[in-house]
Nanobody, 115 residues
Framework: QVQLVESGGGLVQPGGSLRLSCAASGFAFSTYYMTWYRQALGKERESVVTISPGGASTNYLDSVKGRFTISRDNAKNTMYLQMNSLKPEDTAVYYC????????WGQGTQVTVSS
């Protein structure tokens, strides 16, 4: 069965760091562009960053450039998001999916940045 499972979120102070993981199964992960998305309370889901199948090409939302780093391990069918220098406006539920959102959504992982 096709499945995406996000993990690694939590409560962190402004300026702190978190590393999110996305475990994929049931589809040809290594052939897909993959995207981290986030959805804040009361707002629409937005694309945070996309990575090419081989990991050589990335495309970041302007507001996270220099702070977030996407990576993937195709041998493990896993994608990561290293988040540094976190800001309160990064607070959201973070999801992973293909660039075309073609896989059923996982449960997401909550990231809360607050003092």
């Amino acid at each position: 069965q096709v499945q995406l499972v996000e993990s690694g979120g939590g409560l962190v102070q402004p300026g702190g760091s978190l590393r999110l993981s996305c475990a994929a199964s049931g589809f040809a992960f290594s052939t897909y562009y993959m995207t981290w998305y986030r959805q804040a309370l009361g707002k629409e889901r937005e694309s945070v960053v996309t990575i090419s199948p081989g990991g050589a090409s990335t495309n970041y939302l302007d507001s996270v450039k220099g702070r977030f780093t996407i990576s993937r391990d195709n041998a493990k069918n896993t994608m990561y998001l290293q988040m540094n220098s976190l800001k309160p406006e990064d607070t959201a539920v973070y999801y992973c999916n293909t660039r075309g959102s073609s896989v059923p959504w996982g449960q997401g992982t909550q990231v809360t940045v607050s003092s």
